[in-house]
C-alpha cells in the first residue's frame, strides 16, 4: 500500500523531472535517481533528493536561462543560512555527487 510519503519521494521527482531532461545525461540521472530512492525512507530520501539536487544547481548553474536555475527555484527546499552544501557523508551528498556524475550542461 502506498504512504503519503511515498507520494512525496514521486512529487519531488516529479516536479524536478522537466528540468533534470532537458540537461545532457539527465534521463540517466533520473534512473540512477529511481534506483537511490529504492529501499529508503521515503520522507529522509524526498528531502535527500531535494537538498543535493538544490546544492548542485546552485553550484553550477550558469545564467538565468539555465535548466538548473530554474530547478533550483522550483524545488521548494531553502537551506539553513548557515549551510554551504550538502552535509558531508549524508544522502543528500550522495544525490549531489551523482548530479556531478551525469548531468552535463552544455556551456
Known amino acids: 500500500m502506498e504512504t503519503q510519503l511515498d507520494v512525496r519521494v514521486r512529487e519531488v521527482l516529479a516536479v524536478a523531472a522537466p528540468y533534470i531532461s532537458a540537461i545532457r545525461g539527465g534521463e540517466a540521472f533520473l534512473a540512477a535517481l529511481a534506483t537511490f530512492a529504492r529501499g529508503r525512507d521515503p520522507l529522509a530520501c524526498a528531502h535527500a533528493i531535494a537538498s543535493g ?55
Open 53 to 107: 539536487l538544490y546544492w548542485h544547481s546552485v553550484q553550477y548553474y550558469v545564467g538565468q536561462a539555465d535548466p538548473l536555475y530554474a530547478l533550483a527555484s522550483v524545488l521548494g527546499y531553502r537551506p539553513s543560512p548557515f549551510a554551504s552544501g550538502p552535509e558531508e557523508g549524508s544522502d543528500a551528498e550522495e544525490v549531489y555527487d551523482l548530479a556531478a556524475e551525469f548531468l552535463r550542461v552544455s556551456r
